[in-house]
């Protein structure tokens, strides 16, 4: 019998493709948080921001504008912000918005707004279900996976 086959060999060499492939899971779920956060931060955690609404009046290739309208207490009037230029948003609409601290941008607030805050996390999702299907060999835990993501990126294209 040959090292290579012992029953030793086998379970390092399984051992290892565990801990790769979940350390490969893990990563790309963080990856998926890191690219929602910068954004949903701003839009869930609202207390002290300023929130408004804004018309949007002119859109360009990577931004929209318009005038902002206050709601919230201590929050002033602008007669221009800056929004992302997405599928979220569409010139003559008016939309819920958040003040970035410290800028004249804008971010979609409520429900749309969140759950598109978290559209990189869905994506994320569905890539790490395949990871856990073929290199964890974890069907169930990959089906969850990508239901959750399946879900969320629905749910937001549905809300927008």
Request: a positive charge.
């Given at each position: 019998?040959?090292?290579?086959?012992?029953?030793?060999?086998?379970?390092?060499?399984?051992?290892?493709?565990?801990?790769?492939?979940?350390?490969?899971?893990?990563?790309?779920?963080?990856?998926?948080?890191?690219?929602?956060?910068?954004?949903?931060?701003?839009?869930?955690?609202?207390k002290g921001r300023e929130s408004?609404?804004?018309?949007?009046?002119?859109?360009?290739?990577?931004?929209?504008?318009?005038?902002?309208?206050?709601?919230?207490?201590?929050?002033?009037?602008?007669?221009?912000?800056?929004?992302?230029?997405?599928?979220?948003?569409?010139?003559?609409?008016?939309?819920?918005?958040?003040?970035?601290?410290?800028?004249?941008?804008?971010?979609?607030?409520?429900?749309?707004?969140?759950?598109?805050?978290?559209v990189p996390l869905g994506g994320?999702?569905?890539?790490?279900?395949?990871?856990?299907?073929?290199?964890?060999?974890?069907?169930?835990?990959?089906?969850?996976?990508?239901?959750?993501?399946?879900?969320?990126?629905?749910?937001?294209?549905?809300?927008?």
């Amino acid at each position: 019998m040959s090292p290579a086959a012992s029953p030793g060999a086998f379970a390092a060499l399984n051992f290892g493709r565990l801990a790769a492939m979940g350390a490969v899971t893990v990563l790309i779920l963080i990856a998926g948080v890191w690219g929602s956060w910068p954004t949903a931060h701003n839009v869930m955690l609202t207390k002290g921001r300023e929130s408004g609404t804004v018309e949007v009046t002119a859109c360009g290739d990577d931004t929209c504008t318009g005038p902002y309208t206050p709601v919230s207490t201590g929050s002033k009037a602008r007669a221009e912000v800056v929004i992302d230029h997405t599928v979220a948003v569409k010139k003559g609409k008016t939309y819920t918005v958040v003040v970035k601290p410290g800028t004249d941008e804008v971010l979609r607030s409520g429900p749309a707004g969140i759950l598109y805050a978290w559209v990189p996390l869905g994506g994320a999702l569905l890539l790490a279900s395949v990871v856990v299907a073929g290199g964890l060999r974890l069907t169930r835990a990959a089906w969850v996976l990508a239901g959750s993501g399946i879900a969320l990126l629905t749910a937001a294209f549905l809300a927008l």
